[in-house]
């Protein structure tokens, strides 16, 4: 019983392609985050969303749509991908907006071909 | 705005050695502090965090930090590595009370020789 779940865990597709990736926890937590790993290793935080609300959308790109169907789940969909959007997506989750204290998923791994 | 830096990209230490990660934060507000570590092709595990009181914090497989206000630091320890502590370590920072967003620093790859 995984406490944040992303599938799928590997994602290879051609550019312009459109995906999704999903995510679920079973912690019932009100916060999920959707996060970048460059191939630097530099994670940045893309969008958070509490009580299926958004809270934080950073300067992402439009072809990216976060939707959150409760709270629950959080699900990342990419229109027209792009050769810069090959990285790993991590989702996570905190307690709520106060807590610190994040759980992450085991990420998926996205390579645009 | 907060912000992180991690100094080093790669510490490499012998088996039994000290392990020291450095972690310098940058918060206008009294910060909530963190250490992740992520082994290879897996997500991010809280090591440990510090909100407030004590500043010594202990987390899991021995790694403790301490935060120091003055030297505006967090720097990770654990007295004795292990083989199995090969792994990237993320230092990050969130504000008290405010935005709820979490700032990564660049990561600390840690390599253990045995």
């Known amino acids: 019983d995984t406490a944040v779940s992303q599938t799928p865990k590997y994602l290879v597709t051609q550019m312009g392609n459109d995906k999704s990736i999903k995510c679920e926890q079973n912690l019932g937590h009100d916060t999920m985050y959707w996060y970048k790993q460059d191939s630097k290793k530099f994670l940045k935080i893309m969008f958070s969303?509490?009580?299926?609300?958004?809270?934080i959308n950073e300067t992402v790109p439009n072809r990216f749509s976060p939707k959150s169907p409760d709270k629950a789940h959080l699900n990342l969909h990419i229109n027209s991908l792009e050769l810069g959007d090959s990285a790993v997506y991590f989702c996570a989750s905190s307690q709520d907006l106060r807590s610190g204290t994040q759980y992450f998923g085991p990420g998926t791994r996205l390579l645009v071909l | 705005a907060q912000s992180v830096t991690q100094l080093g990209s790669h510490v490499s230490v012998s088996e039994g050695a000290l392990v020291l990660l450095r972690c310098n934060y940058s918060?206008?507000?009294?910060?909530?502090l963190f250490w992740y570590v992520q082994y290879p092709n897996q997500g991010l595990q809280l090591l440990l965090k510090y909100t407030t009181g004590a500043t010594l914090v202990k987390g899991i497989n021995g790694f403790e930090a301490e935060f120091k206000k003055s030297e505006t630091s967090f720097h990770l320890t654990k007295p004795s590595a292990h083989m199995s502590d090969a792994a990237e370590y993320f230092c990050?920072?969130?504000?008290?009370?405010?935005?709820?967003?979490?700032?990564f620093g660049k990561g600390t790859k840690l390599t253990v020789n045995p």
């Open positions: 969303y509490n009580n299926k609300e958004l809270i």
């Open positions: 990050a920072v969130r504000s008290q009370g405010g935005s709820e967003k979490l700032v």
């Open positions: 918060s206008s507000v009294p910060p909530y």
